[in-house]
């Protein structure tokens, strides 16, 4: 053994120890390698850099180019869709259809394209599953490479021992020559991994994207506080919109989505119409829901006893807003007419009669009539202190609204055990939430009018609320409602390629410190929801319209990813996951689709070398708007690509040394005189060896003047022993370093090292086990 072989072993043997103990990164152990072969003179300057120029190499990082414009298109969310109705099956029934699914179309494109344009589907799947990414995706993997060698063309070491075949005036193999045996060894290890390498796999998460999200989520607690609740058939709140039914003003919740009939209605604008039986997925506390469900907080009572009753204690009258009012350039809300006049405003218009809708953030002005309601003896007492001009209790016609309808009287009781007990009237949110007043309550036989809003509500008052007929029946619909499921399973029924959520932060430039979202009117501008605002360490949910916004502040939102994509824009914003804020360009699918049929039938047909079809099928999809560039650089795993550039000169080191045909002969003339299936096993186990630290596609052409020498030398089918040599190369499941399709998988599953080889070397051994017994019954040794 030489001196160069002794080195360039140390070398391997260092790097092997460096990949299995997970010390540095594999791309940094990649160009240490690279670095030392290059130093020692094991390879030249020239050869130490063909990796990064290498056909193999430019394909991989043309290839995520591509993929990422299937995936900005929503190409591949569609490819994936299929997968997507198994969401809810078990574990097995995915990992099995998964690696059915990805290595049949491994027949058709090229394994590492597979691999990458199912990536995506398959972490959709696994985060609506509820599994982690580490349980699908190395299947995934496994099952792309599997199904590669199905036909002669679909890898190149299929291609090259074609190649090689024909080059030495042989028969070359027909194009589903290999089939059979693939489907043998396809069949054997997906029945491995669904009765015994799925307990091997590991259950982490990746460092991807969807792994962000889950860790945002995670700190929202959104699975706590999301849950289902159903619209009965006979409720009031059907035919109301959104806005109209309360959920959020009053509530505080969000409603997330709607199950119709089947179909899921994601992020629901607020004009979206309720029907009965719709399941409503929202977001919020349960508490707030339960506190007025059915009669275990607020008992409805008869109003009959108690119309006159209101009526010769509680006046209405009509009042102007005048130049020195003391009013004059307030807030409704922070008038103090309530609080401190005990007066309530029924109705407001502007000085040229027209009706103010949003009452409480009405500012007053000079002109303003005001529509009151109080005991006689407080509103004369408002004109008294000069409050208000022109007060008389003649109510004038209003075509545009009608007062009996805004003085509907439903008296309700607090029984025993109501949450509404020992908390005011601000906190109960009867008046903000619903639009109703407590005109007075009914307390041990006394009665207090126009209470303060600071009133504390007591177990067994009976509230005597007024407001407008539809607001009674928003109160009575809401009562009806119950939580019908509370389940983590929830938050993974609320994205799709369109919908969202990610977190937002005011940027440093903002000018909306110390505003309301309200007074931003958010939803309205943006179209989105805010489900929660996280300051000084947790997460505020309820109130947030009225939360004035501080520095620091983070919002999760949720909505339509292109109204995202509009909010990254604001310079009052910064987005913290730009990805969840990207809108897929779905009008440019059909060019994506033409331009990826493109490479394929070009690289397939022979037209042109797989590197250039896929390098010029990336720069049609950034010429074609399918990304941008920005979009194309930021999908390169540069990491992958560094690696294969990094570890392809080691095989050109090995070639200069002669280690491989070294080793190779060795143990062909060790295994000669034993049979063939000797000679395949022996072939078959140097090659799949060598598939670990060599690029497939260099150790064929190796090992192909080997295994046809020794066809020549025993007398054995060059056809047995070249299936062997493409099969065993294809059989490379043990490394991550051994195929791009496990690289890709490494960083979004979270794999380490060792997870390739616990998994891989089984699966190496059946498929060892498969072609020993099966290739020389399908290529007979002595034809």
Same mark, same amino acid.
């Given at each position: 053994?030489?001196?160069?072989?002794?080195?360039?072993?140390?070398?391997?043997?260092?790097?092997?120890?460096?990949?299995?103990?997970?010390?540095?990164?594999?791309?940094?152990?990649?160009?240490?390698?690279?670095?030392?072969?290059?130093?020692?003179?094991?390879?030249?300057?020239?050869?130490?850099?063909?990796?990064?120029?290498?056909?193999?190499?430019? $394909?991989?990082?043309?290839?995520?180019?591509?993929?990422?414009?299937?995936?900005?298109?929503?190409?591949?969310?569609?490819?994936?869709?299929?997968?997507?109705?198994?969401?809810?099956?078990?574990?097995?029934?995915?990992?099995?259809?998964?690696?059915?699914?990805?290595?049949?179309?491994? !027949?058709?494109?090229?394994?590492?394209?597979?691999?990458?344009?199912?990536?995506?589907?398959?972490?959709?799947?696994?985060?609506?599953?509820?599994?982690?990414?580490?349980?699908?995706?190395?299947?995934?993997?496994?099952?792309?490479?599997?199904?590669?060698?199905?036909?002669?063309?679909?890898?190149?070491?299929?291609?090259?021992?074609?190649?090689?075949?024909?080059?030495?005036?042989?028969?070359?193999?027909?194009?589903?020559?290999?089939?059979?045996?693939?489907?043998?060894?396809?069949?054997?290890?997906?029945?491995?991994?669904?009765?015994?390498?799925?307990?091997?796999?590991?259950?982490?998460?990746?460092?991807? &994207?969807?792994?962000?999200?889950?860790?945002?989520?995670?700190?929202?607690?959104?699975?706590?506080?999301?849950?289902? $609740?159903?619209?009965?058939?006979?409720?009031?709140?059907?035919?109301?919109?959104?806005?109209?039914?309360?959920?959020?003003? /009053?509530?505080?919740? $969000?409603?997330?989505?709607?199950?119709?009939?089947?179909?899921?209605?994601?992020?629901?604008?607020?004009?979206?119409?309720?029907?009965?039986?719709?399941?409503?997925?929202?977001?919020?506390?349960?508490?707030?829901?339960?506190?007025?469900?059915?009669?275990?907080?607020?008992?409805?009572?008869?109003?009959?006893?108690?119309?006159?009753?209101?009526?010769?204690?509680?006046?209405?009258?009509?009042?102007?807003?005048?130049?020195?009012?003391?009013?004059?350039?307030?807030?409704?809300?922070?008038?103090?007419?309530?609080?401190?006049?005990?007066?309530?405003?029924?109705?407001?218009?502007?000085?040229?009669?027209?009706?103010?809708?949003?009452?409480?953030?009405?500012?007053?002005?000079?002109?303003?009539?005001?529509?009151? &309601?109080?005991?006689?003896?407080?509103?004369?007492?408002?004109?008294?202190?000069?409050?208000? !001009? &022109?007060?008389?209790?003649?109510?004038?016609?209003?075509?545009?609204?009608?007062?009996?309808?805004?003085?509907?009287?439903?008296?309700? %009781?607090?029984?025993?055990?109501?949450?509404?007990?020992?908390?005011?009237?601000?906190?109960?949110?009867?008046?903000?939430?619903?639009?109703?007043?407590?005109?007075?309550?009914?307390?041990?036989?006394?009665?207090?009018?126009?209470?303060?809003?600071?009133?504390?509500?007591?177990?067994?008052?009976?509230?005597?609320?007024?407001?407008?007929?539809?607001?009674?029946?928003?109160?009575?619909?809401?009562?009806?409602?119950?939580?019908?499921?509370?389940?983590?399973?929830?938050?993974?029924?609320?994205?799709?390629?369109?919908?969202?959520?990610?977190?937002?932060?005011?940027?440093?430039?903002?000018?909306?410190?110390?505003?309301?979202?309200?007074?931003?009117?958010?939803?309205?501008?943006?179209?989105?929801?805010?489900?929660?605002?996280?300051?000084?360490?947790?997460?505020?949910?309820?109130?947030?319209?009225?939360?004035?916004?501080?520095?620091?502040?983070?919002?999760?939102?949720?909505?339509? %990813?292109?109204?995202?994509?509009?909010?990254?824009?604001?310079?009052?914003?910064?987005?913290?996951?730009?990805?969840?804020? &990207?809108?897929?360009?779905?009008?440019?699918?059909?060019?994506?689709?033409?331009?990826?049929? $493109?490479?394929?039938?070009?690289?397939?047909?022979?037209?042109?070398?797989?590197?250039?079809?896929?390098?010029?099928?990336?720069?049609?999809?950034?010429?074609?708007?399918?990304?941008?560039?920005?979009?194309?650089?930021?999908?390169?795993?540069?990491?992958?690509?560094?690696?294969?550039?990094?570890?392809?000169?080691?095989?050109?080191?090995?070639?200069?040394?002669?280690? /491989?045909?070294?080793?190779?002969?060795?143990?062909?003339?060790?295994?000669?005189?034993?049979?063939?299936?000797?000679?395949?096993?022996?072939?078959?186990?140097?090659?799949?060896?060598?598939?670990?630290?060599?690029?497939?596609? /260099?150790?064929?052409?190796?090992?192909?003047?080997?295994?046809?020498?020794?066809?020549?030398?025993?007398?054995?089918?060059?056809?047995?022993?070249?299936?062997?040599?493409?099969?065993?190369?294809?059989?490379?499941?043990?490394?991550?370093?051994?195929?791009? !399709?496990?690289?890709?998988?490494?960083?979004?599953?979270?794999?380490?090292?060792?997870?390739?080889?616990?998994?891989?070397?089984?699966?190496?051994?059946?498929?060892?086990?498969?072609?020993?017994?099966?290739?020389?019954?399908?290529?007979?040794?002595?034809?």
């Amino acid at each position: 053994m030489g001196f160069d072989v002794i080195v360039l072993l140390s070398i391997v043997l260092v790097a092997f120890v460096l990949f299995i103990g997970g010390w540095l990164r594999v791309d940094l152990v990649g160009l240490m390698v690279l670095s030392a072969l290059a130093l020692t003179g094991l390879v030249t300057p020239a050869e130490a850099m063909a990796g990064f120029s290498s056909p193999a190499v430019v $394909t991989v990082w043309a290839l995520f180019i591509l993929t990422a414009g299937l995936t900005r298109t929503g190409i591949a969310h569609q490819l994936g869709q299929p997968l997507q109705r198994l969401a809810h099956g078990r574990e097995i029934t995915l990992m099995m259809v998964l690696m059915i699914f990805a290595s049949l179309l491994s !027949a058709l494109i090229n394994t590492v394209t597979v691999a990458a344009i199912l990536l995506p589907s398959t972490m959709e799947l696994a985060r609506r599953s509820g599994y982690p990414p580490s349980r699908l995706l190395m299947p995934l993997s496994l099952g792309c490479l599997l199904g590669g060698p199905f036909t002669s063309i679909s890898t190149p070491p299929n291609i090259l021992a074609t190649d090689a075949l024909r080059d030495h005036g042989l028969v070359p193999f027909a194009i589903f020559d290999f089939t059979p045996i693939t489907g043998a060894v396809v069949a054997t290890g997906i029945a491995f991994m669904v009765l015994i390498g799925r307990h091997m796999l590991p259950s982490r998460s990746g460092d991807t &994207q969807a792994g962000k999200h889950k860790a945002v989520g995670s700190s929202y607690q959104l699975d706590t506080h999301i849950f289902t $609740t159903r619209i009965p058939e006979d409720s009031p709140l059907q035919g109301r919109t959104l806005t109209e039914s309360r959920l959020g003003s /009053a509530l505080y919740l $969000t409603v997330l989505a709607i199950q119709r009939k089947g179909v899921m209605i994601l992020a629901p604008g607020p004009d979206q119409i309720l029907k009965p039986k719709d399941e409503l997925i929202v977001h919020g506390s349960p508490d707030h829901l339960q506190r007025i469900h059915a009669s275990q907080h607020l008992q409805i009572e008869s109003s009959d006893h108690f119309r006159d009753l209101v009526s010769d204690h509680l006046f209405t009258a009509e009042a102007v807003i005048h130049e020195a009012s003391p009013l004059a350039g307030v807030k409704l809300l922070d008038s103090g007419l309530r609080r401190e006049h005990r007066i309530h405003v029924v109705a407001l218009y502007t000085q040229d009669q027209q009706p103010v809708k949003d009452l409480r953030n009405h500012r007053l002005t000079p002109g303003d009539h005001l529509i009151l &309601q109080g005991e006689k003896s407080s509103l004369e007492a408002l004109s008294k202190k000069q409050v208000v !001009a &022109q007060l008389h209790f003649k109510i004038p016609e209003k075509a545009d609204v009608s007062l009996d309808e805004q003085m509907e009287l439903l008296p309700v %009781r607090v029984p025993d055990g109501s949450v509404l007990a020992g908390h005011d009237l601000i906190e109960s949110r009867l008046g903000n939430a619903f639009g109703l007043t407590v005109g007075g309550i009914v307390r041990d036989s006394e009665m207090i009018w126009m209470p303060s809003p600071h009133e504390t509500i007591q177990a067994g008052d009976l509230l005597l609320l007024q407001g407008s007929f539809h607001d009674l029946e928003v109160l009575q619909g809401l009562q009806d409602l119950d939580i019908t499921e509370q389940s983590s399973r929830l938050s993974e029924e609320l994205e799709s390629q369109q919908i969202g959520a990610t977190e937002v932060l005011l940027s440093p430039r903002t000018t909306l410190a110390g505003r309301t979202l309200a007074s931003l009117m958010f939803r309205e501008r943006y179209g989105i929801s805010v489900l929660a605002v996280w300051r000084k360490g947790r997460a505020f949910r309820s109130g947030l319209q009225d939360l004035p916004l501080q520095f620091g502040d983070a919002l999760l939102v949720y909505g339509h %990813r292109r109204n995202l994509e509009a909010l990254a824009r604001d310079p009052d914003f910064l987005v913290l996951d730009e990805t969840a804020a &990207q809108a897929p360009r779905l009008e440019k699918a059909k060019i994506a689709v033409i331009i990826m049929l $493109t490479v394929i039938l070009s690289a397939i047909s022979g037209l042109v070398p797989i590197s250039i079809a896929a390098m010029s099928g990336a720069t049609c999809m950034v010429l074609a708007g399918c990304l941008s560039m920005e979009e194309a650089y930021r999908a390169i795993e540069w990491k992958v690509v560094f690696l294969i550039a990094a570890m392809l000169p080691l095989g050109a080191a090995i070639e200069n040394t002669g280690a /491989a045909q070294m080793g190779a002969s060795a143990l062909i003339a060790a295994v000669g005189d034993m049979g063939p299936r000797w000679v395949v096993a022996a072939l078959f186990s140097i090659t799949v060896l060598g598939t670990q630290i060599i690029p497939t596609a /260099a150790l064929v052409v190796l090992m192909a003047p080997v295994a046809l020498s020794a066809s020549t030398t025993l007398g054995i089918s060059p056809h047995l022993l070249m299936m062997t040599v493409a099969m065993s190369a294809s059989s490379s499941f043990a490394s991550p370093l051994s195929h791009p !399709a496990h690289l890709l998988v490494m960083g979004p599953g979270g794999y380490r090292f060792m997870d390739y080889v616990k998994v891989g070397v089984p699966i190496t051994l059946l498929s060892l086990a498969v072609c020993v017994a099966l290739l020389p019954v399908l290529w007979p040794p002595y034809p």
